[in-house]
């Protein structure tokens, strides 16, 4: 099956900094990438996702890159805040298989 | 919070008792999903759900059963917990495919 591996698993940045958390994913098919945010003690939510069709994608102060080629996808968030200070999960998929695969996340701290 | 609630929020139970775990929503979502969320594994698939009577097994099935007998409800049971089995558990639902998944707010299972 899929296996996707995320990488850093912490990451500390100072305020307005820019973050970039990486994952790679092992099996081509895979065409969808949702990233999820969770806060402590709280529940994952999507924040941004794209699709195989595209190579970017972009939300505000986040953006999502995927290369096909070498299988692997990037979290982008720019200007940094103490609210983005999170847990971040990145997920794969294939079309018409429900098993999405998580990667193990990345804890995000953003210094004041 | 997308209509999804679960219960109990937190269970504390002894190894070889049954463990019985719902997830319920208002959203009239189709799919819904039972992850487990451990640190170092981000969160793996049990089981999920298509519809009503309809389950399908996930990345670690392994010791647990579903089952949907209503749209809006979808057990999660440990026949008999281990202590393998002490997780944040989290129910989501979605429309299906490669869409967002919204996730209940989770349920801390302890088995001692």
């Known amino acids: 099956g899929e296996n996707v591996e995320q990488h850093p698993s912490t990451l500390s940045v100072q305020e307005g900094d820019s973050a970039v958390i990486k994952c790679t994913y092992s099996?081509?098919?895979?065409?969808?990438f949702p990233w999820y945010k969770q806060e402590l003690g709280k529940r994952p939510q999507l924040i941004i996702d794209?699709?195989?069709?595209?190579g970017e994608k972009k939300d505000q102060r986040i953006a999502v890159t995927l290369n096909k080629t070498a299988k692997h996808f990037s979290l982008h968030i720019t200007e940094t805040q103490p609210e983005d200070s999170a847990v971040y999960f990145c997920?794969?998929?294939?079309?018409?298989?429900?098993?999405?695969?998580f990667g193990a996340g990345t804890r995000l701290t953003v210094k004041p | 919070d997308a209509g999804i609630t679960q219960s109990p929020r937190h269970k504390v139970t002894e190894t070889g008792t049954p463990v019985t775990l719902r997830c319920h929503q208002t959203e009239n979502h189709r799919y819904m999903y039972w992850y487990r969320q451990d640190p170092g594994h981000g969160l793996r698939l049990i089981h999920y759900?298509?519809?009503?009577?309809?389950?399908d097994k996930g990345e670690v099935s392994d010791g647990y059963s579903v089952s949907r007998s209503k749209t809006e409800d979808f057990l999660l049971t440990l026949e008999s917990a281990t202590s393998s089995q002490t997780s944040v558990y989290f129910c989501?639902?979605?429309?299906?495919?490669?869409?967002?998944?919204?996730f209940g707010p989770g349920t801390r299972l302890t088995v001692l």
């Open positions: 989501a639902i979605g429309a299906g495919g490669q869409g967002e998944q919204f």
């Open positions: 759900s298509y519809g009503v009577k309809d389950t």
């Open positions: 099996d081509s098919a895979s065409n969808y």
């Open positions: 997920a794969a998929s294939i079309r018409g298989d429900n098993d999405m695969r």
């Open positions: 794209i699709r195989s069709n595209v």
